[in-house]
């Protein structure tokens, strides 16, 4: 330990170190000089003599120096610094290797933090491999099915947390939900709050502990309507109320309750879904308070909500899951209002509840983004490949002109450990130098990012943790490391592995080994692979997103401007006469406004959720298996949205509250649903699966099919009620227009005021946004394998000019011989050439061998086009080409104009 | 005769042994001392002194501070601290057992 401290303290006093050990040996060779001039010798003998006695003096130094046990860093030191000046030297060359190195490493860790966000990341909450959810959590909504294992209701929760064992507590949470509407304290705006409506054992089951004040327990959920309290996250405390100390005094007011803020939750804690960040928690037993006021508290069988428990120590999960199907089924048909027919008990007899963990989260994002960013993470992989191929060539070629340095130092006694290592020192400062650069890169990559996986410039971003964290830094760390090894170690064991005698020669000596350079093809020839495999790929994608973007989506799609209107916060309930009326009145208002063609609601436009369900057609067998989207419209919806009515009539002023119940129905559904040569305008039919006593729905009218959720789904049976039949407190105004967006908005919210001055106006936005955003995975793997591609045909490009150029200065003596014995400026292009287009070739074959072995990975991603398809591939094939044989063409004319003098004179 | 060169690694016993006999020296004074004591049969190659003493400073079982000579001329005295006591001793009893052993095999008959 001491001796640390002192070897420590030596290394700070360096320099007194020198002077004294010189000082010291001065005295020395002058005490014995001045003893040998006593005892007679003339002063040249005894200053001869002297030194004989004494020694080398440089090597006694160095021993002494290495005595104290830095040599490794001083030497480590010394290599750095030489490999910082040799890069300053060559700065052009540096400052692509950098580039190339920055922008591979760079999105490398950028990728990877959306990966580990999405993916890898486990939840922010005690023990997360101990979390356990009932079923898949793959749906969100509100069902009454029997049978279903991914939705629960609340009593059914009550019960089970009462008589399970495996667990040590569990809680639950309500699947779904639009940002509601309220008032902080007493402002007067009201605002938008992301909430999450959960059980009392929520954060206890997930072990959270407040920031301030306290966090919900079992008790402030027991009672319906009798707890008007939240929690709210730490990062709304911060932005809305600038983190003040008096939180607990404050009030947020949704609908006619007021409640109270009880605590505060620790920073980033989100809850279980990943990607979703509520602003407060509410204790299921308020549901019945808020805008919406669902019902479900107390209904058996209204399954709206996730059940997420924490396994027992010792505990297995097969044990668990099997209690739990015991239970669950023991549950379902023990509540009171259970209906036990045939077909009920049928689905509970094949209803199987798995286990999932719950260690990372359940993540909406996951589905759609877990394939595209490893893709993404494969393509910036190879990108890396390719540039660290580039830096390897170049070290190469440097080493090949510092053959001679490493000659004489060998010569010298140098060992070649030390020589590799100097080598790999140099790499290394490359690599970091790179990996910082890249680390800067990869935090704008990651804004840029999101803003790309939101959606776009007009979207909330989705609020992702993917700021830097040491898992980051140690990737990138690791990548970088990996990368110096990579594109270091072979020229470091080349330029090593040197023969001295060879090297010490005057003149070029053999050029052999060095002109035909297998290793720098070999890179090269890889590089093209690769590139021409990224290439492509991003073909592939942008036409797979082509396709989405031309798909009929049924309606005309420019022109139409979306908004929302929280009709919840007026407090009044779906049928009453006053709500049903206002809807038409916004309606007329709105379609006055100049610029406006229609104007008409919808429970649903595209890309909004829906609700489905089965339809019962009397004579046709019913099929349970088969969903049916219902959308609530008003009036004039299909001429705003200008869907063709094949027939029939749409709805008018007659169908109202009282008027018998109508429907119109998609063209598909008419054709399947119905029996062949019967026209179904006037038939009946119902929305459920035992004919209902009001006699059902009539059929007046038939329209074309449209796209209902994504562009690329299958055909979907819809079928249109109007609202008066059905209120449905809904918000979306579809208008067309013509002119300026803003103007026609403006006019629009203004007539919406008119009608009622409290309705909160959200969310506007254009139909091409929305269907833009729908697609957002499959624009974001298309720009950036785009991306990604070019710069690994720009890399390459690199690569081959740099070797080409290489090997015609190696060869400029050769050349020169030729020209001057009569060789054509043209032969001498063309032997160049050949060498390049030998290169090209083989890449481009073993690229292509690669492309259609790697199809299939890609195969789920592409819409409408097949990974092998011939096009795509040619097309690739013919750019790789074009740029590489540009590229190499440049060096090839550089060695036709070489003069013979020039080439032949003493090197 | 000439001076015989020492045995390899019993450079830091002649040092250590000669900084006991004397409470601080400095290097060529060490390197006299070895000569004198040895009745100038043991040569030092003289520069090796200092590679040695450093080692020793670097462990610890020497201290060296600076001072004047006789001759007013600035020199590094070195001191034994009790660890080099401690090694002074290891390393002894370590060198008679190996050249007791030595001598035992070449005695005479």
């Known amino acids: ?47 001869r003599e002297t030194h004989r006695r004494f020694g080398n003096t440089t090597v006694l130094r160095d021993r002494s120096h290495t005595a104290w046990g830095w040599g490794w860093l001083e030497s480590f030191a010394q290599d750095t610094a030489y490999g910082l000046r040799s890069m300053l030297r060559s700065p052009g060359l540096t400052l692509v290797a950098l580039l190339s190195l920055a922008l591979g490493i760079g999105a490398n860790t950028a990728i990877f933090s959306f990966l580990d966000a999405v993916v890898l990341r486990s939840l922010p909450v005690k023990n997360p491999s101990q979390l356990m959810m009932l079923g898949k959590g793959d749906d969100a909504g509100v069902t009454d099915d029997y049978g279903s294992t991914t939705l629960y209701s609340y009593p059914f929760f009550k019960e089970f947390r009462e008589k399970n064992t495996a667990f040590s507590d569990v809680a639950t949470v309500f699947s779904f939900g ?80 007021t409640f109270s803020i009880i605590g505060v939750a620790s920073p980033g804690f989100f809850g279980i879904e990943v990607g979703h960040a509520p602003d407060l928690w509410i204790p299921m037993a308020m549901m019945r308070s808020l805008p919406v006021h669902y019902a479900g508290y107390n209904d058996n069988f209204f399954q709206s909500n996730y059940i997420f428990a924490r396994l027992k120590p010792g505990v297995t999960p097969a044990k668990a899951e099997a209690e739990a199907n015991v239970l669950y089924q023991q549950i379902t048909r023990g509540f009171p209002d259970a209906k036990l027919n045939d077909y009920n008990l049928a689905h509970l007899q094949k209803a199987h509840v798995s286990l999932t963990p719950l260690t990372n989260g359940r993540s909406f994002l996951r589905a759609s983004f877990a394939d595209p960013l490893r893709i993404l993470m494969g393509v910036t992989a190879l990108v890396l490949l390719i540039a660290c191929a580039n830096i390897a060539n170049l070290l190469l070629a440097r080493s090949t002109a510092r053959a001679r340095e490493f000659a004489v130092r060998q010569a010298l006694g140098a060992q070649r450990l030390r020589l590799i ?71 470091a064991l080349r330029a090593s592995r040197v023969q001295i005698t060879e090297s010490l020669k005057d003149g070029l000596g053999s050029s052999h080994s060095t002109t ?137 002023p007659q169908d109202n509250a009282t008027s018998h119940k109508v429907a119109i129905i998609s063209e598909s559904m008419a054709h399947d649903f119905f029996p062949a040569g019967v026209n179904p305008i006037g038939r009946h039919f119902f929305h459920s699966r035992t004919p209902s006593p009001d006699g059902g729905m009539e059929v007046v009218g038939i329209v074309k099919d449209v796209k209902f959720g994504h562009l690329d789904e299958p055909r979907q049976y819809i079928d249109y009620v109007p609202n008066p039949q059905h209120p449905w407190s809904y918000g979306t105004l579809v208008v067309r227009y013509t002119g300026d967006f803003n103007t026609v908005s403006a006019g629009v919210q203004n007539a919406i005021h008119s009608v009622n001055r409290n309705l909160p106006i959200g969310q506007v936005t254009s139909l091409d946004h929305v269907i833009e955003r729908s697609i957002t995975n499959q624009r974001l793997v298309a720009q950036l394998s785009l991306f990604f591609g070019l710069l690994a045909v720009f890399l390459s490009a690199i690569g081959i000019y740099g070797l080409m150029s290489y090997i015609v200065s190696r060869r400029t003596n050769e050349i020169g011989i030729r020209m001057a014995l009569g060789a054509a400026r043209s032969r001498v292009r063309w032997m160049v050439m050949r060498e390049i287009v030998r290169l090209v070739v083989t890449g481009i074959a073993l690229g292509t061998a690669l492309s259609l072995a790697a199809g299939s990975l890609v195969r789920s991603l592409l819409y409408g086009i097949s990974p092998n398809e011939p096009a795509s591939l040619a097309f690739a094939i013919v750019a790789m080409l074009i740029v590489a044989l540009f590229a190499g063409y440049l060096p090839a004319s550089r060695a036709s104009k070489v003069s013979p003098m020039e080439a032949l004179r003493y090197e | 005769m000439k001076p015989n060169d020492i045995p390899p690694g019993s450079l830091s016993l002649l040092i250590l042994k000669t900084l006991s006999r004397h409470s601080e020296m400095h290097g060529y004074e060490i390197a006299e001392s070895i000569l004198y004591t040895s009745g100038n049969i043991l040569e030092v190659e003289e520069g090796s002194l200092y590679p040695a003493l450093q080692r020793m400073l670097v462990k610890g079982w020497v201290t060296a501070e600076w001072g004047y000579t006789a001759g007013n001329r600035r020199a590094r005295y070195y001191r034994l601290t009790p660890d080099g006591r401690k090694q002074l001793a290891d390393e002894l009893s370590n060198f008679e057992r190996v050249y007791g052993a030595i001598a035992r095999i070449v005695q005479p008959a």
Not at chain 1, 24 to 45: I, K
Not at chain 1, 595 to 617: D, E, K, R
């Open chain 1, 178 to 257: 639009d940002p509601m509407y309220g008032t902080l304290d007493h402002r007067d705006r009201m605002q938008l709050f992301v909430r999450d409506i959960v059980s009392g054992t929520f954060f206890s089951t997930l072990g959270a502990e407040p920031a301030v004040g306290r966090l919900f327990t079992p008790e402030d959920d027991a009672v319906e309507g009798k707890h008007p309290v939240v929690v709210i996250s730490y990062a709304f405390w911060q932005s809305a109320f600038a983190g003040a100390p008096d939180i607990l005094n404050h009030t947020i007011k949704f609908a006619d309750t």
């Open chain 1, 1 to 47: 330990m001491m001796q640390l401290l002192r070897r420590i303290q030596m290394l700070f006093q360096r320099s007194r170190f020198n002077a004294d050990l010189e000082e010291e040996m001065q005295l020395h060779l002058d005490l014995r000089r001045q003893q040998m001039m006593a005892s007679g010798l003339s002063p040249e003998s005894a200053h």
């Open chain 1, 516 to 652: 035909r350079n297998p290793l720098g093809k070999a890179l090269v020839i890889t590089q093209v692979a690769i590139s021409l495999l990224l290439t492509v790929a991003s073909v592939l994608f942008l036409r797979s997103l082509i396709n989405l973007t031309r798909i009929d989506t049924g309606f005309p799609r420019s022109s139409i401007m979306l908004m929302n209107i929280d009709s919840t916060v007026l407090g009044l309930k779906g049928e009453d006469p006053r709500m049903i009326a206002m809807f038409p009145q916004i309606e007329e208002r709105a379609s006055a406004v100049p610029g406006v063609q229609a104007a008409s609601f919808a429970s649903f436009i595209f890309h909004q959720g829906s609700w489905n369900g089965s339809v019962n057609v009397p004579g046709v067998p019913f099929n349970d298996q088969v969903s049916v989207r219902h959308n609530v419209i008003g009036n004039d919806y299909f001429k705003t949205m200008q869907i063709p009515l094949l027939a029939g009539r749409a709805f008018g």
């Open chain 1, 421 to 491: 290592r100097q080598m790999l020192t140099e790499s290394l400062v490359l690599a970091l130098a790179g990996g910082a650069l890249g680390v800067v890169f990869a935090l704008f990559a990651s804004r840029i990012l999101l803003r790309m996986i939101s959606g776009g410039p007009d979207v909330d971003l989705i609020p992702l943790d993917v700021s830097l964290n040491w898992r980051l830094l140690g990737f990138s760390l690791a990548a970088t490391v990996g990368t110096a090894a990579l594109f270091g170690i072979v020229p």
